[in-house]
């Protein structure tokens, strides 16, 4: 049992199980994080004043990306048989809201 060639095949046969222990690690962190940070709808999917509800199978579903009322109608008028409603997570374009202040460049001196 300790001849060389029994050392070398159970040193080959851990670095195979390791390789494989790796990759399932590997496969299973993958799976965690897009579980994790997949099951988020996007912040644009919100990103709007109105709300479409139409109705799938026995549920509703709803969309809340219309910026106006008008499209959000055409869109329900248009066969998805569901009705408008505004969005109660919507908060506008707080991006615009902040001034953003450059700072003055100071010019050479000629």
Known sequence: MN????????TGASLEAETVMKKAILVLVALA???????VP???YYDGPWCGV???GRGSSERCDYRD????RMDMVAGNRGFCRQNGY????????YP???KARKHAQR
């Open 42 to 44: 996007a912040r644009a």
């Open 69 to 72: 009322f008008e499209s959000c």
């Open 90 to 97: 919507w908060r506008g374009n707080t991006d615009a809201s």
């Open 100 to 102: 953003r202040h450059r």
């Open 3 to 10: 001849s060389p060639s029994a050392v070398l095949r159970y």
């Open 33 to 39: 994080a897009s579980t994790l940070f997949g099951s």
């Open 54 to 56: 139409y109705s799938v």
